[in-house]
């Protein structure tokens, strides 16, 4: 009798969220799969004949690249969220009374269009910008600088647009640690940077697990913050993609590229999980 | 007071699930009749004014549905998947016209100018065109052609064409349009080849021809490149005429130029899907827009050329006037226009990637 | 004192970030008021935008659409995400391991993508486009998001303490109410926050799966791109912030005020 209660709560449990992941992502997933091994027709449409071609072509120096590009952004993206992003959510967990506040405060600006955010910071960083206009009348500097369209303006607009990815699952972990540890640590005669580290740290790895999750693996296909603000001159492999489908009308290349693109980024995955975790000793997920 | 949260929480997704339910089927609900006054109008946001919507409506009694794409492609993967319904009336670029009505399903429907007694309006210069040359799909909407624009403080060398792009003196300095065709143009151009070229030879000329460029391009900009032109963040660039005259908004001082070896031009035309739900308002709306005054109303706001000979009379001199909005005939000799590249489209594709990847 | 001194710095670093986090929007909100068409170019003062916003029925429209899709996706995702959660971690079955795999796919998988292939799904299914196939799609990518973020909250829930209430004889589903629920909450909030700006700024899928009556408000910004971002928008931003901060101050004068 207990054993059909049990039974019937975990098929509600784990019912629905089976039935959407198989219908709605497995089905558009193995979809994929069968063209990426199609090939394109002169006119652009899919033809039908089964061929490995699209993966082979994958092995040139130039896609190679363009990977490895993206994930290198993806990578670079994370540590400074992470770096920038945990001293934050640990502070914001002492000011108990403006828990919403801050939560509220984080998410507000993202609450507003990020195309127009973005333009937002191209309007500051130009060469006749605010920023420079600052700067050259406050006399810090003889002739703008030339700050928009490079490398540092990218990682400016990632890690903004990123950052509440981060912070949100860090402050979640961070508030849910019980003081009481670190107090034990401290009277124990350890220092503050020994606590942090074997105390604070390994029981806070589950949010940051999380955390370089949500802002790693939209990284590495997120290309509209590369483009604007960097002026569109690194081929990463969101524009990759997006070309093949929207400029070649290669179809089954970009098939081919996205499964290559979501194997990567479940092999990262797996290691956040898997190895960080096994390092710190704690049960991540 | 957590079993009321509990509650309120199964309370919430049953009413969700069924509310996005009913909303889904209310809406598809209305949208099966013909003889509703509806028509579902697609294209570039804002690219048929407001006030050419409201004037539309106003006088028609006909509600307009006013849907969005970004680029030309989007529009014809969404086509493709609805079989060619949903949309009554398409504004689209000319190449595209001519992919949609090559396909062996043709998504477009044949247009009836005996129901759109504007038709006379339009300027036969334009009609007849490579992509339809019975304007059997298509009625012009507008023209515009890619032009180059700088600023003579900054940029101290004389311009006169494409080739002049080459020159080392503007290095780092360039902002191009982010549209492979576009640039792998200008190569072709300088090289004398047409910009539709499928040679493997030829496509590999110009790959060479743009490595010497790829130094003095410090922006590539499709839906504003203006903006760093007008930023500072670059000195001279390639851009469509209405984002041209965006730039001379900006900036009084910067210098248009149409180049020597002519300019790339871009019909945009008014189609009809195979399956749009309310032909007869479709072309309601598309009379309505040939009208001379709201012809000129719709060149007017979008900067671009007007293709009809009834505008004439309603044009404002400014207009008339602005040196990004209309070209002098003579370009019209020199004109350059966009085809599909067929099976040429991968070569375009690789040529393109390895290009921004230097 | 030390400790003063430190609280200083850490409310300092707090307020660094924040001012880096709203920096744009002295932009954006300085541009609703100008008098030029241009994000670009300041030339002078003007309301007109405001009054402009009010009457464009298209974009209101699809603002009300955008909020429609963000609130249906976001409240369907909290609850089967959480709900998922937790059976996954409770329960073993056959099969878990793919499902495990499959709910990082749509945070992993190109957008574009997505949308194509939801959209030839839809089109199979023969469903009409509209607000009811962008939910369906949203919520996918929705459910990630709070999942994993609910997933990390019970890494180290101690599943004792449930065990323990069961042997004192509460049901399963007192439990959950009392115990389980209220520790993750405050994950399933923070995951659902995520999901909902997520779904309110989506353009990609957005352009594949919607229909001609249900555009959604980031789509007809992208697209105003090509001829021109209308000031209009800043001055939407600007609103759209502006009564985010009251719905802020207003809960945060109701939960000071519980707390006396």
Same mark, same amino acid.
């Given at each position: 009798m207990g054993k059909k209660k049990v039974d019937v709560l975990k098929g509600l449990t784990i019912g629905p969220i089976s039935f959407w992941m198989l219908f709605f992502v497995a089905v558009p997933l193995l979809y994929i799969v069968f063209i990426s091994f199609m090939q394109r027709g002169d006119d652009g449409s899919i033809v039908y004949i089964p061929t490995i071609s699209n993966y082979t072509r994958m092995a040139s120096s130039l896609y190679v690249k363009v990977f490895w590009d993206s994930i290198v952004v993806a990578f670079v993206t994370t540590v400074f969220t992470l770096v920038f992003g945990y001293p934050f959510a640990y502070f914001a967990t002492k000011l108990k009374k403006y828990k919403i506040a801050i939560m509220l405060l984080i998410m507000a600006p993202f609450l507003t269009n990020s195309l127009i955010r973005t333009y937002g910071w191209i309007v500051i960083l130009s060469t006749n910008g605010s920023l420079n206009h600052i700067l050259l009348i406050t006399g810090i500097i003889k002739e703008p600088l030339k700050?928009?369209?490079?490398y540092g303006a990218v990682m400016i607009g990632m890690i903004y647009t990123m950052f509440p990815f981060m912070v949100l699952p860090l402050y979640n972990s961070i508030d849910k640690l019980d003081k009481a540890y670190i107090e034990a640590s401290k009277d124990l005669g350890a220092s503050s940077w020994k606590t942090f580290i074997s105390v604070t740290l390994p029981l806070t790895m589950p949010g940051i697990v999380a955390g370089c999750i949500l802002v790693f693996v939209p990284s590495v296909g997120l290309f509209f913050i590369p483009d604007l603000m960097g002026g569109s001159n690194v081929m990463l492999i969101g524009n990759l993609i997006r070309n093949q489908f929207l400029?070649?009308?290669?179809w089954p290349f970009g098939a081919a590229l996205s499964i290559v693109m979501i194997f990567i980024s479940l092999i990262l995955i797996l290691f956040y999980v898997k190895i960080l975790g096994k390092k710190l000793d704690t049960e991540v997920f | 007071m957590l079993k009321k949260r509990f509650k309120a929480l199964i309370i919430l997704l049953t009413v969700s699930l069924m509310g996005s339910t009913l909303v889904g089927c209310s809406k598809s609900n209305t949208a099966k009749?013909?003889?509703?006054k509806i028509v579902n109008i697609y294209t570039w946001a804002n690219y048929v004014p407001d006030t050419v919507v409201k004037g539309f409506e106003k006088s028609t009694g006909i509600k307009v549905n006013y849907s969005n794409f970004s680029t030309n492609e989007e529009m014809l993967a969404k086509l493709q998947a609805a079989k060619g319904g949903q949309y009554d009336v398409i504004i689209c670029a000319d190449y595209m016209v001519q992919i949609m009505a090559k396909?062996? #399903? !043709?998504?477009l429907k044949p247009i009836d $100018?005996?129901?759109?007694?504007?038709?006379?309006?339009?300027?036969?210069?334009?009609?007849?065109?490579?992509?339809?040359k019975t304007n059997k799909y298509s009625v012009p909407y507008s023209l515009g052609s890619q032009m180059i624009v700088y600023n003579p403080d900054k940029v101290k060398i004389d311009i006169?064409?494409?080739?002049?792009?080459?020159?080392?003196?503007l290095k780092g300095s360039e902002v191009l349009l982010e549209d492979s065709r576009s640039v792998i143009g200008m190569a072709l151009t300088k090289l004398g080849y047409?910009?539709?070229?499928?040679d493997p030879a030829k496509l590999a000329e110009a790959k060479a021809e743009l490595k010497k460029l790829?130094? #003095? !391009?410090?922006v590539f900009d499709?839906? $504003?490149?203006?903006t760093s032109l007008i930023n500072g963040d670059t000195n001279i660039g390639v851009m469509w005429g209405s984002q041209a005259s965006a730039a001379l908004k900006g900036n009084s001082k910067f210098k248009i130029v149409y180049p020597k070896e002519g300019m790339q031009f871009e019909t945009d035309n008014l189609v009809i899907p195979v399956?749009?739900?309310?032909q007869q308002n479709a072309e309601k709306f598309i009379n309505y827009v040939l009208d001379g005054k709201v012809s000129s109303e719709v060149t007017t706001s979008i900067e671009y050329i007007n293709v009809?000979?009834?505008?004439k009379e309603f044009m404002p001199q400014s207009v008339l006037d602005n040196k990004a909005i209309y070209v002098p005939n003579e370009e019209f000799t020199k004109a350059k226009h966009l085809e599909d590249a067929g099976s040429a489209s991968k070569d375009y594709d690789l040529i393109w990637s390895e290009f921004k990847q230097q | 004192m030390d400790s003063k001194l430190s609280k200083v710095l850490e409310r300092t670093y707090i307020f660094c970030i924040f001012a880096f986090l709203y920096v744009p929007f002295a932009i954006i909100i300085m541009y609703s008021?100008?008098?030029?068409?241009?994000?670009?170019v300041f030339s002078g003062f003007t309301l007109d935008w405001y009054t402009k916003l009010f009457n464009d029925d298209d974009v209101l429209t699809a603002l009300i659409n955008s909020l429609t899709i963000a609130t249906l996706s976001t409240i369907i995702s909290a609850i089967i995400g959480t709900i998922g959660a937790l059976g996954l971690k409770r329960h073993k079955f056959k099969g878990k391991g793919i499902i495990d795999l499959l709910l990082y796919i749509p945070i992993v998988i190109p957008e574009i993508i997505m949308g194509i292939s939801l959209l030839v799904f839809f089109s199979i299914l023969q469903l009409d486009f509209g607000i009811f196939t962008l939910v369906l799609a949203h919520t996918t990518f929705c459910i990630p998001f709070v999942l994993i973020n609910v997933k990390s909250r019970l890494?180290?829930?101690?599943?004792s303490i449930e065990e323990a209430a069961m042997d004192l004889g509460a049901s399963k589903i007192t439990v959950f109410r009392t115990i389980t629920l209220p520790s993750i909450f405050p994950a399933v909030i923070s995951g659902s926050m995520l999901a909902f700006a997520l779904s309110l700024d989506d353009v990609i899928i957005n352009i594949f799966i919607s229909g001609p009556e249900s555009t959604t408000l980031p789509i007809k910004i992208f697209s105003m791109l090509k001829f021109g971002l209308s000031p209009e928008i800043n001055a939407l931003c600007t609103i759209m912030l502006l009564t985010t901060f009251v719905v802020l101050i207003l809960s945060q004068g109701i939960k000071l005020k519980k707390d006396k």
């Open positions: 700050m928009l369209y490079s400029q070649a009308n290669d | 009749t013909n003889t509703e396909q062996t #399903n !043709v998504l $100018t005996s129901a759109i007694a504007n038709y006379k309006n339009l300027d036969k210069a334009y009609l007849s065109q490579y992509y339809d006169k064409g494409i080739s002049d792009l080459w020159d080392p003196s047409s910009i539709n070229e499928t790829r130094a #003095n !391009v410090k499709a839906d $504003t490149p203006m399956k749009a739900p309310h009809t000979t009834a505008a | 008021f100008n008098s030029a068409q241009s994000n670009v890494a180290d829930f101690d599943m």
